[in-house]
């Protein structure tokens, strides 16, 4: 992979590029089978991916005509590496499993590895037979979009088909490595003003926020909406956050320290929550709800904004789903895309049918809408929300500071990038757009750092 790395840094041409042979093996950041149970009896939050995810050199997968090989300048971490690596809520061979049963290329992905990640940026190196709208030498970002578009339900909604996988999660050969394996309508173009780490985090939180808010698969966000974001400067908050000001929305920001906090409002976001100021108790004990609480946070969101939320943008699941279909407006809409603190939700349903309410679920993203997500990427009107940036080799530490929620927005990954800032081909686009609001969670990031 070296001698990619060297064509891609000096600009070498696609006939350079096509002339250097695909290795036979590549580092990637991987979880065993073998090790499927060994935190049998851990608590879920002392569960460390540390011990799960290896680091090492894996057989490069034949490829199938309708896909291509991308040399990965850098990845990221998603909450699903840490799902992979803490091998819950179930050990992801079972997707393999079920996917080497679906077709003879599908076999390929059954291993005792899995090589995970969810996001890339990086070149394209060799193109399949089938491949029409990408060629070698292309710089590329990778959605994780992965379908077979030979099933008839997807061709309204590829997120409806039967057979749709999140690849790097529920497919082999992700992106958290030096090559990749990805579907060519996985690609969008790079954008150039963006480093290949800034790139490479986007594509998978992003594309979900925005299907969530402004797809007409899911809340259709319109001007003036007030939209409550949980978590609004992590992953899908970070981005959630932008499209809602982006829109002509009012986003209401929750988050859990005086920094987070702060970091909203240099977003240009007026109203923000402190969840750990304000001590919500919306669980009694492990059983039983607290109204009064959600009557508490309703309060709160009434004195900030003067009315009750039009969306709520959820996500944390358990913890505050009977909350978020309590503080919704009068035909309001919940729209949300995973549980992170438990998906045995509880609300009171009398707030939902007597309100006109609505519950809408979302899941990642199809090719239309990723794609609209990285043109507004590329038009400098969302940014990156990346904080930190992390070797290969410490994909494992990155991934617990996401389970431990000590990060915010995203980690970048550096796979064959030997460092951060390369890859801008456009810097005039760059400084139009400026260098605070690409930088905005880094430099947030390193201001803690220094006054630590
Ligand atoms: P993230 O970067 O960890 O951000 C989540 C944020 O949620 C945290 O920053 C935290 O913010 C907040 N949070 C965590 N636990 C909470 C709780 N108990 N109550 C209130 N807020 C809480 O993760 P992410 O990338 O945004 O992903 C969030 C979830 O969505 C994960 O479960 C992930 O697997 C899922 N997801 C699903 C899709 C999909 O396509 N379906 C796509 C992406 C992600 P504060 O502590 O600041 O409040």
Known sequence: MRDFLEAITNSASADE?????????????????????????????????????????????????????????????????????????????????????????????DLDYHVIGSDASGVVVEVGSAVRNWKVGDHIVAHCNHVDDQDPAGHNDSMQASNQRIWGFETNFGGLADLTVVKANQLMPKPAHLSWEEAAVNALCASTSYRMLVSDNAASMKQGDVVLIWGATGGLGGYATQLVLNGGGTPIGVVSSPEKADLLREMGCEAVIDRKAENYRFWSDEHTQDESEWRRFGKKIRELVGEDPDIIFEHPGRQTMGASVFAAKRGGTIVTCAATSGYMIEYDNRHLWMKLKEIKSSHFANYAEATAMNRLIDRGQIHPVMSAVFPLEQSGEAALQVHKNLHEGKLGILCLAPEEGMGITDPEKRERIGEDNISRFRNHQRKIEASA
Do not use: C, Q
């Open 17 to 109: 590029i096509s002339a250097i042979e695909i290795p036979e093996s590549y580092r990637a950041a991987y979880v065993r089978r073998e090790d499927a149970a060994m935190f049998e009896g851990v608590e879920s939050h002392d569960k460390d991916p540390r011990k799960s995810l290896h680091i090492g050199d894996v057989a490069t997968p034949e490829l199938a005509p309708d896909e291509v090989y991308v040399a990965v300048m850098a990845s990221s971490i998603n909450f699903n590496t840490v799902w992979t690596s803490i091998f819950e809520p179930l050990p992801t061979f079972g997707f393999l499993d079920r996917l080497g049963r679906e077709s003879a290329w599908g076999k390929r992905h």
